[in-house]
Nanobody, 117 residues
Framework: QVQLVESGGGLVQPGGFLRLSCAAS????????MGWYRQAPGKERELVAR???????EYGDSVKGRFTISRDNAKNTVELQMNSLKPEDTAVYYC???????????WGQGTQVTVSS
Protein backbone atom coordinates (compact mmCIF):
# COMPACT_ATOMS: atom_id res chain seq x y z
CA GLN A 1 0.00 0.00 0.00
CA VAL A 2 1.06 3.53 -0.74
CA GLN A 3 -0.62 6.61 0.65
CA LEU A 4 -0.17 9.81 -1.29
CA VAL A 5 -0.78 13.29 0.09
CA GLU A 6 -0.91 16.28 -2.25
CA SER A 7 -0.41 19.93 -1.40
CA GLY A 8 0.04 23.24 -3.18
CA GLY A 9 -3.20 23.76 -5.07
CA GLY A 10 -5.14 27.00 -5.03
CA LEU A 11 -6.36 29.97 -6.99
CA VAL A 12 -4.01 31.78 -9.37
CA GLN A 13 -4.41 34.33 -12.12
CA PRO A 14 -3.74 33.47 -15.76
CA GLY A 15 -0.04 33.62 -16.49
CA GLY A 16 0.80 32.80 -12.90
CA PHE A 17 2.45 29.77 -11.38
CA LEU A 18 1.90 27.10 -8.76
CA ARG A 19 3.95 24.24 -7.41
CA LEU A 20 2.26 21.00 -6.42
CA SER A 21 3.88 18.51 -4.11
CA CYS A 22 3.05 14.87 -3.38
CA ALA A 23 4.45 12.92 -0.47
CA ALA A 24 4.42 9.12 -0.51
CA SER A 25 4.15 6.99 2.61
CA UNK A 26 6.88 4.60 1.50
CA UNK A 27 10.08 4.58 -0.47
CA UNK A 28 9.74 5.50 -4.13
CA UNK A 29 13.27 4.46 -4.96
CA UNK A 30 12.65 2.06 -7.83
CA UNK A 31 10.22 0.14 -10.02
CA UNK A 32 7.62 2.84 -10.40
CA UNK A 33 6.40 5.89 -12.16
CA MET A 34 5.06 8.82 -10.24
CA GLY A 35 2.91 11.38 -11.89
CA TRP A 36 0.15 13.91 -11.95
CA TYR A 37 -3.20 13.56 -13.62
CA ARG A 38 -6.02 16.04 -13.72
CA GLN A 39 -9.76 15.99 -14.17
CA ALA A 40 -11.89 18.97 -15.09
CA PRO A 41 -15.68 18.97 -14.65
CA GLY A 42 -17.33 16.91 -17.34
CA LYS A 43 -14.04 15.61 -18.70
CA GLU A 44 -12.05 12.43 -18.34
CA ARG A 45 -8.97 12.21 -16.20
CA GLU A 46 -5.87 12.94 -18.26
CA LEU A 47 -2.14 12.64 -17.86
CA VAL A 48 -0.37 15.86 -16.99
CA ALA A 49 3.13 14.52 -16.41
CA ARG A 50 4.89 11.50 -15.01
CA UNK A 51 8.42 10.53 -14.16
CA UNK A 52 9.86 7.05 -13.97
CA UNK A 53 12.35 5.78 -11.41
CA UNK A 54 15.19 6.21 -13.87
CA UNK A 55 14.28 9.81 -14.55
CA UNK A 56 12.45 9.51 -17.87
CA UNK A 57 9.60 11.99 -18.11
CA GLU A 58 6.39 12.20 -20.09
CA TYR A 59 4.12 15.22 -20.48
CA GLY A 60 0.66 15.80 -21.82
CA ASP A 61 0.69 17.81 -25.03
CA SER A 62 -1.18 20.72 -23.50
CA VAL A 63 1.42 21.33 -20.78
CA LYS A 64 4.69 20.74 -22.63
CA GLY A 65 7.05 23.65 -22.17
CA ARG A 66 5.06 25.07 -19.26
CA PHE A 67 5.09 22.33 -16.59
CA THR A 68 8.06 20.49 -15.12
CA ILE A 69 7.91 17.31 -13.04
CA SER A 70 10.63 16.25 -10.64
CA ARG A 71 11.13 13.64 -7.96
CA ASP A 72 13.25 13.32 -4.85
CA ASN A 73 13.71 9.67 -3.98
CA ALA A 74 15.37 10.50 -0.67
CA LYS A 75 12.32 12.45 0.46
CA ASN A 76 9.74 10.22 -1.28
CA THR A 77 8.24 13.22 -3.02
CA VAL A 78 7.28 14.27 -6.50
CA GLU A 79 6.62 17.86 -7.50
CA LEU A 80 5.01 19.62 -10.40
CA GLN A 81 6.08 23.15 -11.25
CA MET A 82 3.33 24.80 -13.27
CA ASN A 83 4.17 28.03 -15.10
CA SER A 84 2.23 30.22 -17.51
CA LEU A 85 -1.03 28.83 -16.19
CA LYS A 86 -4.15 29.11 -18.33
CA PRO A 87 -7.84 28.94 -17.42
CA GLU A 88 -8.01 25.58 -19.17
CA ASP A 89 -5.56 24.20 -16.60
CA THR A 90 -8.33 24.46 -14.02
CA ALA A 91 -8.99 20.99 -12.63
CA VAL A 92 -8.53 18.67 -9.69
CA TYR A 93 -4.96 17.39 -9.81
CA TYR A 94 -4.26 13.88 -8.57
CA CYS A 95 -0.94 12.38 -7.61
CA UNK A 96 -0.36 8.87 -8.92
CA UNK A 97 2.03 6.09 -7.98
CA UNK A 98 2.25 3.32 -10.58
CA UNK A 99 3.97 0.13 -9.47
CA UNK A 100 5.41 -1.15 -12.73
CA UNK A 101 6.02 -4.80 -11.82
CA UNK A 102 2.52 -5.47 -10.46
CA UNK A 103 0.75 -2.95 -12.69
CA UNK A 104 -1.03 -1.34 -9.75
CA UNK A 105 -1.99 2.29 -9.28
CA UNK A 106 -2.40 4.33 -6.14
CA TRP A 107 -4.01 7.76 -6.03
CA GLY A 108 -3.98 10.78 -3.80
CA GLN A 109 -7.13 12.56 -2.73
CA GLY A 110 -6.67 15.37 -5.23
CA THR A 111 -6.00 19.08 -4.96
CA GLN A 112 -7.94 21.82 -6.70
CA VAL A 113 -6.17 24.19 -9.07
CA THR A 114 -8.20 27.13 -10.32
CA VAL A 115 -6.84 29.58 -12.88
CA SER A 116 -9.03 32.64 -13.06
CA SER A 117 -8.85 36.42 -13.05
Amino acid sequence: QVQLVESGGGLVQPGGFLRLSCAASRSIFGGNAMGWYRQAPGKERELVARIFSGGTTEYGDSVKGRFTISRDNAKNTVELQMNSLKPEDTAVYYCNYHAVMIMKDYWGQGTQVTVSS
